[in-house]
Nanobody, 114 residues
Framework: QVQLVESGGGVVQAGESLRLSCAASGSIFSINPMGWYRQAPGKQRDLVARITTGGTTKYADSVKGRFTISRDNAKNTVYLQMNSLKPEDTAVYYC????????WGQGTQVTVSS
């Protein structure tokens, strides 16, 4: 059974930073890609960033240069460092583990005020 628990969300002002964490239980964390997704009210859930087991990363164009995804396999944790936050980054952020099936966390709210 895989469980993902996100933390680190909150309310910040534009230009500030947040660091999200996603702790995973289960032994499959280190052998599968992980991703961060976000969903704003009334919109679909979109990929924000993804990292493979080897550390290859992919970012949505809207966050390139501002967000950084990383992972610590020893801690079964994936991180999302978010800098220079904008109001349009406001959403619920979810982490996902890709193992032929997507495992999702419960989400953490990020609110950026202007």
């Amino acid at each position: 059974q895989v469980q993902l628990v996100e933390s680190g969300g909150g309310v910040v002002q534009a230009g500030e930073s947040l660091r999200l964490s996603c702790a995973a239980s289960g032994s499959i964390f280190s052998i599968n890609p992980m991703g961060w997704y976000r969903q704003a009210p009334g919109k679909q859930r979109d990929l924000v960033a993804r990292i493979t087991t080897g550390g290859t990363t992919k970012y949505a164009d809207s966050v390139k240069g501002r967000f950084t995804i990383s992972r610590d396999n020893a801690k079964n944790t994936v991180y999302l460092q978010m800098n220079s936050l904008k109001p349009e980054d406001t959403a619920v952020y979810y982490c996902a583990l890709e193992a032929g099936y997507y495992y999702w966390g419960q989400g953490t709210q990020v609110t950026v005020s202007s």
